[in-house]
């Protein structure tokens, strides 16, 4: 069983940074892509960053040069730094993977976490 959880997330005022984590745990062969989601309220959820390894990430254009996403793979962990925070950040933050899971070899499945709260107060 593959279980991924968030935390980092809470209130900050505008102009000010947080920082998110995610630990993938559980029987895991490997782990390919690792990324960040968000969700306004009203809104779809949108891709904020994604990671497949430390020359492979790409962002959406309303984070590039504010955010930041890396990853720890001895931790099965990944990160995002955002800095420069704006009310427009403000939504439920969800971290996705996509992971082989133990007995399989190549088949891999995607996984979310629980989502954390990020609030921007002008």
């Known amino acids: 069983q593959v279980q991924l959880v968030e935390s980092g997330g809470g209130l900050v005022q505008a102009g000010g940074s947080l920082r998110l984590s995610c630990v993938a745990s559980g029987t895991i062969r490997s782990i390919n892509v690792m990324g960040w989601y968000r969700q306004a309220p009203g809104k779809q959820r949108e891709l904020v960053a994604a990671?497949?390894?430390?020359?492979?990430?790409n962002y959406t254009d309303s984070v590039k040069g504010r955010f930041t996403i890396s990853r720890d793979n001895a931790k099965n962990t990944v990160y995002l730094q955002m800095n420069s925070l704006k009310p427009e950040d403000t939504a439920v933050y969800y971290c996705n993977a996509d992971i082989v899971p133990l007995p399989l070899i190549i088949r891999s499945y995607n996984y979310w976490g629980q989502g954390t709260q990020v609030t921007v107060s002008s």
């Open positions: 990671i497949r390894s430390s020359t492979s990430t």
